[in-house]
Structure formats: structure tokens, C-alpha cells
């Protein structure tokens, strides 16, 4: 069957508000959902600390989330075009659960828990609840047509490949291994952009070996972690851990820079060496023009293919995948 026959707009979700609703004719857009309490990654004492805290209630985004939203010109092979979705795990009390019954310690991180990609459909239900509680930050990316379908592609080999069945940290995102929702977001941010993310907005910790439990042989309490106040000095005695921060982000995106409805527009891929808020449509249009041109004028996104090296057995269809995190686009008026 020609995949483009495949039924997917039929069971399209319509969404309404800044969601879906497209500034350039292609575009990434990073939602940034912060966490009740500031992940405090000093040591991992307070790293357990803040976690915890954040983990008690029901929150939907205990410790922070990143949601990909991808606006493309033209549909891809499988007449899509507008997508909006995000690593999650298949359940957070079940993980929770593992983490403690197994005392995973800090290798929590890296443990492949069940993973799932979010459905347009629950993704925007929570940008909006953000967005209500003051948690919310979109980063909107204009990227060229070639370069948006290259993230449609990279998309297309991850549900092909049934790459989000695994959810962790420090995995390797571009070979489909799996992927935590930050780093998911990530390599959807290379392929728009070609450039590698800031210091400012990365973690990077050495996590000491002994505080890392494997779920088998090796367990770690939480009475550990909590009696641990620094990281460790080499990385002999460790394993170093690297992922996006949501509080990072904000801080940077919020430097020098007035904050206008938490939206930003990120040019600095283009030439432009600063980053611009999202100013009114009647302040914004000889702007936007200028911007436009120099996103269309990107080359082509340097890797021409994915051909991942990891496939995990498919959880549903590949028609059912595309359609849960398929959108219709309410576009904005010129």
C-alpha cells in the first residue's frame, strides 16, 4: 500500500492555540515544561533531594519535559507533515516502582525503562497545563524544507525501528538505540540547526561507580546516594552523565532578554548572533521575512540517512505510531 494512502488526517488531532500554529513554512518548536522545584545537580545528594521532592504528588512532568513539535512546508512520504510528540516512559509509577524495588541508586538514569512516544493528543493537554501554571517555554527554530524533512526522516526510522520501546539516559539517539525526552528533542534541534547545544544549557556530571545499582547484582539504597555530597573527581572511578537541562534552557533563554508570552525565536544558526523574542505579528512581519529567507537558504543537514545499528520489536503499527502523534496545522494568518 502507497504509505501516503495510509488514513492518517482522518484521526488527526486539531489543536488550537500557539500549538500547531505555524510562524515559518518550516519549523522545529521545543517546549520547555520546567519542574516544580529546580533540579539541584550540585552533588548527588541534592540531586536525590529535589528529584524526590519533585517525584511526590502526581505531577505530570515531575522532573521536567521536553516536547518536539515539527511544522514541515510539504508532507513527508507518509503524508505527514505536522507532528507533535516526545519521549515519555510507559508509566512513571511503574519506573518509580523498579527504581526502588530494584535500588537502582543513580544508575536510574541510565536503566532502559519502558519508553513511549507521547501522542499529540496528551502533549498538548500538558503544554497547555504548563502554560497555565507558569511552567511553559516554546523555543520556535526556522529551519529550512530539506532540513524539516530530514527530522520527519529521523522520526520515520525511530518508529520503524520501535526505538522509543527504551527509555533512558546516555543513549545513542542517532544509531536508535532509545532516548530520554531530553535528548529525543536534542537530535531533533542538530537536524534543524547543525549546530552542537551550549554548555550553558548541559549537565555534566561524573557519577561515582559505587552509587550506580545494575537492578541484578549491584543495589544502591537511597540512603546511600543521600550520604554522598560530591561527584566524583575521575572518570576511572565513574561514569560521566550529559543530558539537557529544563532550568538551564530557561536560564539562558531568559538572559538579556525579555520574556513575551515564554516564546522565543532562535536564530542563531543563521547568522544572526542574538536570540529574539516573539514580538507581535504587526512589530514582527519585515523581521520574519528576513528570517525566513535565511532559514530556506540552510544547506541540507550533513547525515543523509539514518540507518540505525539497534530494533526493538514494535508495541503497536507503524500507521497506529504515526497516527497518534499526527496534527492537523491551524495556521496563522499572514
Not at 488526517?9 to 522545584?37: C, D, Q, R, W, Y
Not at 515519555?88 to 523498579?98: A, G, Q, V
Not at 514582527?284 to 520489536?313: G, V
Request: charged content about 25%; glycine content about 6%; aromatic content about 8%.
Amino acid at each position: 500500500m502507497n504509505k501516503r494512502m495510509w488514513p492518517l488526517l482522518g484521526v488527526a488531532v486539531l489543536l488550537s492555540g500557539s500549538v500547531m500554529a505555524s510562524t515559518f513554512k518550516n519549523e522545529l518548536k521545543v517546549h520547555v515544561i520546567t519542574p516544580k522545584f529546580r533540579i539541584n545537580w550540585k552533588s548527588p545528594r541534592t540531586l536525590a533531594l529535589t528529584s524526590g521532592l519533585n517525584s511526590i504528588g502526581n505531577d505530570y512532568a515531575p522532573i521536567g519535559h521536553f516536547a518536539v513539535e515539527l511544522n514541515c512546508e510539504t508532507p513527508n512520504e507518509y503524508g505527514v507533515k505536522n507532528i507533535l510528540t516526545g519521549m515519555e516512559r510507559m508509566s512513571k509509577k511503574e519506573s518509580h516502582k523498579i527504581t526502588l524495588k530494584k535500588k537502582l541508586g543513580l544508575g536510574s538514569v541510565f536503566y532502559n525503562f519502558a519508553g513511549n512516544l507521547q501522542s499529540a493528543e496528551q502533549t498538548s493537554k500538558e503544554i497547555e497545563l504548563a502554560r497555565q501554571n507558569k511552567k511553559l517555554t516554546t523555543v520556535i527554530i526556522p529551519t529550512s524544507a530539506s532540513r524539516c524533512q530530514m527530522g520527519m526522516k529521523f522520526l520515520e526510522t525511530w518508529i520503524e525501528s520501535g526505538s522509543y520501546n527504551v527509555y533512558g539516559g546516555n543513549k545513542d539517539v542517532p544509531a536508535g538505540e532509545g532516548s530520554g525526552c531530553a535528548d529525543f528533542a536534542l537530535e531533533f534541534f542538530k537536524i534543524a540547526t547543525s549546530i552542537e547545544p551550549r554548555d550553558d544549557i548541559m549537565v555534566r556530571v561524573k557519577i561515582p561507580k559505587n552509587l550506580i545499582g545494575d537492578g541484578d547484582q549491584k543495589r544502591v539504597s537511597f540512603l546511600k546516594i543521600l550520604a554522598t555530597g560530591q561527584w566524583a573527581d575521575d572518570l576511572r572511578d565513574a561514569t560521566m552523565y550529559v543530558t539537557p537541562d529544563t532550568n538551564k534552557v530557561i536560564d539562558f533563554l531568559h538572559q538579556d532578554t525579555l520574556v513575551v508570552k515564554d516564546e522565543y525565536i532562535y536564530v542563531m544558526h543563521l547568522g544572526l548572533d542574538v536570540n529574539f523574542k516573539l514580538l507581535p505579528k504587526d512589530k514582527m512581519n519585515s523581521l520574519r521575512d528576513q528570517i525566513q529567507e535565511r532559514a530556506e537558504s540552510l544547506l541540507p543537514y550533513a547525515i543523509q540517512d539514518y540507518n540505525f545499528k539497534f530494533s526493538y520489536p514494535k508495541r503497536e503499527t507503524v500507521q497506529e505510531s504515526w497516527s497518534k502523534i499526527t496534527v492537523e496545522s491551524k495556521k496563522k494568518e499572514d
